[in-house]
């Protein structure tokens, strides 16, 4: 099992709906989330990140976090063509240093 | 401009070479990171370093070597003895205990 566990994908939706991207981790003692965004041939950048459980919103991006089910999710919300990307979850247990990658969910929003 | 940078962004290699990926920062950050993505793939880690002259391995670390005499930077050598080291090579910098890690743009390294 990995540490990290992403739905590969691809992801189809629509332009205008939600897309809803999952991510379970085995760490109990995990502490940070992080979303990263990644374009095709390009290096990630940093979306959101969540510590809490609960609902953290940004703009069209929402993360929740469910540390006793170990569940991270990410909707964007109004989905747009230039959302159309790899979507790579972290996380990270602050003791150790260092955070773990999943291999990313592909994201095609079409218009 | 506060960034991460890294050079070259192309890099040729043929078998049994050494070479060394750039990385600097002016971000004042503490931590560095080196990762590897392979085609299809997420990010994982070689090494890592949260302070000047101190540095630890990652999950993939046989076959590479490192050095932070410096804040700012954190240069990554591929070695003869990785055996497959064509991938995109990916730095990237935190504060420490934050792990918000902003990343540089990345070299992509082929082996010939």
């Known amino acids: 099992q990995k540490e990290v566990e992403q739905n590969s994908g691809p992801l189809s939706v629509p332009e205008g709906a939600i897309a809803s991207l999952n991510c379970t981790y085995s760490?109990?003692?995990?502490?940070?989330f992080f979303w990263y965004r990644q374009y095709s041939g390009k290096s990630p950048e940093l979306i959101m990140f969540?510590?809490?459980?609960g609902d953290k919103e940004d703009g069209r991006f929402t993360a929740q976090l469910n540390k006793a089910s170990q569940y991270v999710s990410l909707l964007i919300r109004d989905s747009q063509p230039s959302d159309s990307a790899t979507y790579l979850c972290?996380?990270?247990?602050?003791?150790?240093?260092?955070?773990?990658f999943g291999d990313g969910t592909t994201l095609t929003v079409k218009p | 401009d506060g960034g991460i940078t890294q050079s070259p962004k192309y890099l040729f290699r043929k078998e049994g070479q050494n070479v060394t990926l750039s990385c600097e920062q002016n971000?004042?950050?503490?931590?560095m990171y080196w990762y590897r993505q392979d085609p299809g793939q997420g990010l994982r880690l070689i090494y890592y370093?949260?302070?000047?002259?101190?540095?630890q391995k990652g999950d993939i670390a046989e076959g590479y070597s490192v050095s932070r005499e410096k804040k700012e930077s954190f240069p990554l050598t591929v070695t003869s003895a990785q055996k497959n080291p064509t991938a995109f090579y990916l730095c990237?910098?935190?504060?420490?205990?934050?792990?918000?890690?902003?990343f540089g743009p990345g070299t992509r390294l082929t082996v010939l």
């Open positions: 990237a910098s935190s504060i420490v205990r934050k792990n918000e890690q902003f």
């Open positions: 760490d109990r003692g995990s502490q940070s």
């Open positions: 969540i510590y809490s459980n």
């Open positions: 972290a996380v990270t247990n602050t003791n150790a240093g260092k955070s773990t």
């Open positions: 971000l004042n950050h503490d931590a």
């Open positions: 370093s949260q302070i000047v002259n101190d540095f």
